[in-house]
């Protein structure tokens, strides 16, 4: 008998790739997310990196499709009318532009909904597998850092991310939510369009490569990844675990130095020439510093006259940032990924990219 699957947020990114993972493996499937109208309320800028509602993906995977907005709870008791082998609980408000309001409202308050009208249906669930972020960690106090960091989010999103948690944790202890959580590194891969995506699309767009080599090597910055396949294959190796329940699994490709990203993504677009800068960590860190500072009087004069920057505060903190976890824990039970090295992935996903005319 097939396994039954419910997955919120299937119309984005994430959950798209969710469903047809899923749909490969035989489960059946309950898909929600926002009425593609009701977006607006929660995405309203215009432009490149606005989510786009892949609708079309409910189709093709024969999910059953039930709209519902978390912070709306009247919304929610259709979508526990029956029991679930697993709910993949992808559904998130990701914008670094967002205020902090709609990040709590939304991340924190609408997952306390989704609980709350679970418990109050009576309704069995096998597995609760939550996505969070390897942003709740910030950097951590050793490297790489593995599961056991303590939270230091660095942005709203992230902060909001962390609050979001502790509230299912607190369900896992007091009502016997069977929750597993799993905090993936920036994902990128089909029907990508954000984050990881402007990484490709600058170079590809000036034809000029730059490859900062920070020295000593002691110094270099990480840059973590996590191929969509690898996620959603993740989500589906945990769920089918009953020894992952009260876990948490960092989940990303091994990590390479900002330098070898940048340098491989240099060759990847056929960049001419590629100039490759070597440059002391403490020079480079003040130079990044006056960035940062730039990127925050832009971001400061957008809100004001209502409209996003080019680049979001926390894109452009990534370059001072050590962000470098370990993925030991749930490879030690057995999980393989198909993009162990990370520039395999960004080579799959550049193909995609091309073939979609996104570069």
Same mark, same amino acid.
């Given at each position: 008998?097939?396994?039954?699957?419910?997955?919120?947020?299937?119309?984005? %990114?994430?959950?798209? *790739?969710?469903?047809?993972?899923?749909?490969?493996?035989?489960?059946?499937?309950?898909?929600?997310?926002?009425?593609?109208?009701?977006?607006?309320? %929660?995405?309203?800028?215009?432009?490149?990196?606005?989510?786009?509602?892949?609708?079309?993906?409910?189709?093709?995977?024969?999910?059953?499709?039930?709209?519902?907005?978390?912070?709306?709870?009247?919304?929610?008791?259709?979508?526990?009318?029956?029991?679930?082998?697993?709910?993949?609980?992808?559904?998130?408000?990701?914008?670094?532009?967002?205020?902090?309001?709609?990040?709590?409202?939304? *991340?924190?308050?609408?997952?306390?909904?989704?609980?709350?009208?679970?418990?109050?249906?009576?309704?069995?669930?096998?597995?609760?597998?939550?996505?969070?972020?390897?942003?709740?960690?910030?950097?951590?106090?050793?490297?790489?850092?593995?599961?056991?960091?303590?939270?230091?989010?660095?942005?709203?999103?992230?902060?909001?991310?962390?609050?979001?948690?502790?509230?299912?944790?607190?369900?896992?202890?007091?009502?016997?939510?069977?929750?597993?959580?799993?905090?993936?590194?920036?994902?990128?891969?089909?029907?990508?369009?954000?984050?990881?995506?402007?990484? &490709? &699309?600058?170079?590809?767009?000036?034809?000029?490569?730059?490859?900062?080599?920070?020295?000593?090597?002691?110094?270099?910055?990480?840059?973590?990844?996590?191929?969509?396949?690898?996620?959603?294959?993740?989500?589906?190796?945990?769920?089918?675990?009953?020894?992952?329940?009260?876990?948490?699994? *960092?989940?990303?490709?091994?990590?390479?130095?900002?330098?070898?990203?940048?340098?491989?993504?240099?060759?990847?677009?056929?960049?001419?020439?590629?100039?490759?800068?070597?440059?002391?960590?403490?020079?480079?860190?003040?130079?990044?510093?006056?960035?940062?500072?730039?990127?925050?009087?832009?971001?400061?004069?957008?809100?004001?006259?209502?409209?996003?920057?080019?680049?979001?505060?926390?894109?452009?903190?990534?370059?001072?940032?050590?962000?470098?976890?370990?993925?030991?824990?749930?490879?030690?039970?057995?999980?393989?990924?198909? %993009?162990?090295?990370?520039?395999?992935?960004?080579?799959?996903?550049?193909?995609?990219?091309?073939?979609?005319?996104?570069?």
């Amino acid at each position: 008998m097939a396994k039954v699957a419910l997955v919120t947020g299937a119309c984005g %990114f994430t959950g798209s *790739n969710m469903l047809e993972v899923l749909k490969e493996k035989g489960w059946k499937i309950v898909a929600t997310d926002l009425p593609q109208a009701d977006r607006k309320v %929660f995405y309203h800028e215009k432009g490149t990196f606005a989510p786009v509602y892949y609708s079309d993906i409910i189709e093709q995977t024969g999910a059953e499709f039930i709209p519902a907005d978390f912070t709306k709870k009247e919304t929610l008791p259709p979508l526990f009318t029956r029991d679930y082998d697993a709910v993949f609980s992808i559904a998130s408000l990701y914008d670094y532009f967002a205020p902090w309001e709609l990040l709590y409202k939304v *991340n924190v308050e609408g997952h306390r909904n989704l609980v709350e009208a679970w418990l109050e249906s009576g309704r069995k669930v096998g597995h609760w597998v939550h996505w969070a972020t390897d942003g709740v960690y910030g950097e951590t106090p050793y490297l790489p850092g593995d599961e056991n960091a303590p939270y230091d989010p660095p942005n709203n999103y992230s902060r909001s991310k962390v609050e979001q948690e502790r509230l299912l944790w607190k369900y896992y202890r007091e009502k016997g939510l069977p929750l597993t959580v799993l905090r993936p590194a920036p994902i990128y891969g089909p029907r990508h369009t954000y984050g990881v995506y402007k990484t &490709l &699309l600058g170079p590809r767009k000036m034809g000029v490569g730059a490859v900062v080599r920070i020295y000593p090597r002691s110094k270099q910055l990480m840059y973590p990844t996590v191929h969509v396949r690898d996620l959603c294959e993740a989500a589906v190796f945990v769920a089918e675990r009953e020894d992952t329940i009260g876990e948490a699994y *960092n989940v990303l490709s091994k990590c390479i130095t900002q330098s070898e990203f940048s340098e491989f993504v240099s060759h990847l677009s056929y960049c001419s020439p590629i100039y490759r800068i070597q440059v002391n960590w403490s020079l480079y860190k003040l130079v990044a510093g006056l960035v940062i500072k730039l990127g925050r009087l832009m971001d400061r004069r957008a809100r004001k006259r209502g409209k996003r920057p080019k680049f979001d505060v926390p894109e452009i903190q990534y370059i001072t940032h050590q962000y470098w976890f370990s993925n030991e824990k749930l490879k030690e039970l057995g999980f393989k990924y198909k %993009f162990e090295d990370p520039r395999e992935g960004l080579l799959d996903y550049y193909i995609w990219c091309k073939r979609e005319g996104k570069l």
